[in-house]
Every structure is written in structure tokens, then in C-alpha cells.
């Protein structure tokens, strides 16, 4: 069985969480306390080298590492990731900008507040995080007025890089009403079937 190496309030392994049960694929999930280090340890290292999650343990004992590469790795020959070429790189530009100009700012301010240490960082930090922000959920905000995916007229795993820390952007203190695109993006990426909250910790034992 697939075993993925977890963090329930993370929307990087939220994203392969929701991918693997959308896909129906059964899956055992090891939270591992990300605060407490439990991803740096030499057992955890030797899995994955850069000692994040998520990481994805296959049924052959290989490991995949980087939330993106994972869907990609799932998504392949399903109804996530289109055939067409230009389609696929379109998936392959949204998942790229969803890890150089998103995550960094809205994922980074989001995990500040959770961890309680928003107030070690300096007032400049933080206003440049929040600019960072905005211009991704304004990029997002432009595209998705004339589309109602991010990639062609399909759900796909670019929808689902995009949703996961989107949506809870809020945590961060981002205000999701200035973007109406984004919000109705967002519920109708939530009415997908199968579904699940980030606060579902979905996958066995
Ligand atoms: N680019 C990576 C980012 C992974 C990442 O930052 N994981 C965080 C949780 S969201 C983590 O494991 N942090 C623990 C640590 O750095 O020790 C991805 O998309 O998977």
C-alpha cells in the first residue's frame, strides 16, 4: 500500500491527501510533528534528504518527494492531467507558479501565525510576505474571471496545488472577499467529488 509521510495542517500534504482520495486509491498516512522535528532525523533524512513532507513512500519501496512532482506522479493517466500537450504545460506553469510566487508568501504567513512566531519576524518581512500574497491571489483573481479552471474547462491537479493553500489563506490573514473569482473558484473546486477538508485525516491505518 501507499504510505504517505504527513502533516495534517499542511497544504502541501493536503494537496497529495486529496489527490490520493479523489483518485480512490487506498493509502496509509504517518503524521509526522513537523514543530517537533520529526522530519530531520537521520531515519526520516535518509527517506528524504531535504526532511520535509510530504513524502510519498511507493509500494516498491522508491520515495517521491515535492508535493507537485507527487500529484504529477499520481495524476498521470487520469482525468487531473490532460493528454494534450499544451494543456499539460499549462498544469506544469500553474504548479511552478504555485511554488515560486504563492506558497512562499501565503503558505509562509499562514504557518507564522499557526506556529505562533509571526511576532520574530520584522514589520518589512511581513508587509513583503503580504505583497507577495496579494500579487498571486490578483494573478489568480485575473485568470479565473475568464475560466472557471485553472487549466482549460477541466478540474485538474493544477486546480488542486492552487486550492490547497488558497483557500486557507484567511489563517494568514488575507481577505478572500477582495477576490470573487478566487471564492467562486473555491467553492466549486470543494463540490468536486470525493472531496475531503484539510482537517480530515483521510488515509489508514
Ligand atoms: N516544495 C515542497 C515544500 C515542502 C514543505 O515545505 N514541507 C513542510 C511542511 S508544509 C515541512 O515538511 N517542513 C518541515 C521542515 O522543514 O522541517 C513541497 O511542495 O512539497
Redesign the pocket.
Known amino acids: 500500500m501507499l504510505r504517505l509521510y504527513d502533516?495534517l495542517e499542511?497544504?502541501?500534504?493536503y494537496k497529495v491527501r486529496l489527490l490520493l482520495t479523489q483518485l480512490g486509491l487506498p493509502f496509509e498516512r504517518v503524521e509526522?510533528d513537523?514543530l517537533e522535528?520529526e522530519?530531520?532525523t537521520p531515519a526520516f533524512l535518509a527517506k528524504n534528504a531535504n526532511?520535509?513532507?510530504?513524502l510519498l513512500e511507493l509500494e516498491d519501496g522508491h520515495f517521491l518527494?515535492?508535493?507537485?512532482a507527487i500529484q504529477w506522479y499520481l495524476a498521470e493517466g487520469t482525468a487531473l492531467l490532460p493528454d494534450d500537450r499544451r494543456l499539460r504545460a499549462e498544469v506544469l506553469q500553474w504548479m511552478f507558479f504555485e511554488?515560486y510566487s504563492h506558497?512562499p508568501f501565503i503558505?509562509v504567513l499562514r504557518?507564522w501565525h499557526h506556529a505562533g512566531t509571526l511576532a520574530e519576524h520584522g514589520e518589512a518581512e511581513i508587509a513583503a510576505k503580504r505583497a507577495g500574497g496579494e500579487a498571486a491571489l490578483g494573478v489568480m483573481e485575473r485568470h479565473l474571471r475568464e475560466r472557471p479552471y485553472c487549466v482549460g474547462d477541466a478540474y485538474s491537479i493544477a486546480d488542486i496545488a492552487l486550492y490547497a493553500y488558497t483557500h486557507v489563506a484567511g489563517e494568514g490573514g488575507f481577505d478572500l472577499e477582495a477576490y470573487p473569482a478566487v471564492t467562486t473558484w473555491l467553492a466549486r473546486v470543494r463540490s468536486q467529488p470525493g472531496h475531503v477538508p484539510i482537517t480530515e485525516p483521510v488515509g489508514g491505518p
Not at 499542511?10 to 500534504?13: E, I, T
Not at 518527494?65 to 507537485?68: F, I, V, Y
Open positions: 502533516y499542511s497544504g502541501n500534504g509526522m513537523i522535528g522530519t530531520r526532511g520535509r513532507i510530504p518527494a515535492e508535493s507537485n511554488q506558497e503558505a504557518f
